[in-house]
């Protein structure tokens, strides 16, 4: 009998555990995240392919070295991808391309390319690729024949002059157009013949291939100087692009002012990056800046100035560092996790599309020489990143390895992660427009994000010191405190009205 009845007792304790199990499951699937948009909208991961991760043991990043990392880009909260140029080329970094439908070698082959596009795709990963159509390589076939004389027959793909000028380099007797270096010379645009090519390059890799868009490379040199026939000329490319796939993306590198970006934004091209918003002198340096007595203030007015000066079609591409830049370490500290990632916070609630360059979500270092700035990924230990590029004269690391930040809660990598997963959590974050509510100290950004039905209030400190700040007026609405990201032992707390913000931190609230 006692057993019975303590048999019963276990029965009915583990229906009641097996009913509650039962009761809880739905609302579990409630609580996970919903899928996440599959829009132009995107968090995009830069890869310099070279110095990526190899495959082969040659010392040189591949393109299967970079399949076998999909899995990290995506952890990372990644959903894009920007290749750096992989076509043929001469140099390492591969700007000057000797045949635009086709993979270099030392990266891959083309079937290289497919299977990383099938495997970027099966994670919901966008491939863009880099395409450079100011100026070729001198050693592409086009420019072989070109130089020859007047009456080659690729001569009027290039732009020629008798005699020496600004930005031309002398070949055979003429000068030719090159901005950059003698070994890029300049495509000549107008050439309803070189347009042609372009086209059929955009659809190759578009229909043949299956990119997912371009990174369209020195769009102020197209013509220089001339911004409106830049604009013209980007129309143009655009109209081709999202002819062949209209959900193809296009971002471009209008390396400029505010002002002018804003004037390219006005083109159909999809998205423009924000110079202005990166490195050492850049919004964002700006507001970490020792000097910056009002960093909240300031925060929130670069917010309105961006939204007040960029049309409302485009969307804004801010990044804090690219292969061209001083890495971000060069301003924040090398020796500042705290300062660090506060950069890293600041540029995920930045409205638009964010792009983080490989290796800034570890720290790395790297200034002066461009290959400095493109070594290699330290994924483990510096013995076994791929080779320095060409031309490098320092590698130094400032943050430890992938490997070793993964297993370090409180490291830059798991930071960037947080502050991902919260701009993906909150859509409004990238897609709303912003409104600056007063938040009672010049320290601190109470900045109203809203994207149709969604709301959310980022409330960010910026400064070293910690703030509290009341919730009143329409901030008073925002009274759930559903995410935060903080650089150092104390958490964001929010009691009664009271929101209090530890220095360099964020908040994310909801109604
Ligand atoms: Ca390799």
Redesign the pocket.
Known sequence: MKINRFSCLLMALLLLVLTGCAKKAPAEESAAPPPRIDDKTREWYEVFVWSFA?????????LN?LTGKLDYIEDLGCNGVWLMPIMPSPSYHKYDVTDYCAVDP?YGTMDDMRALLEAAHSRGIRVIIDLPVNHSSDQHPWFVSAAAGPDAPYRDYYNWNDTSRSGYSEKNGYYYESRFVYSMPDLNLDNPAVREEIESIVRFWLEDVGVDGFRLDAVTSYYTGDVNANVEFLNWLADVTHGVDADSFLVAEAWDSLSNIARYSESRVDSFFLFPVSQNEGYIAKVLGGNNKHPGASLGDYMIMLEETLPENTIPAPFLENHDTGRAVGFTGRSNPAKTKMAGGLLAMMRGGVFVYYGQEIGMAGSGEDPNKRIGMLWTTQEETTAPPPGTTTVAYAYPSVAEQESDPDSLLNYYKAALALRIRFPAISRGTTQILPAGSEAVCLALRTWGEESVLLAVNPSLEAVSCPLEGEAAGYAVLSGSLVTGADPVTLEGATLTLPGYSIAVLTR
């Open positions: 190899d495959s082969d043991g040659d010392g040189i990043g591949d070295g030392q």
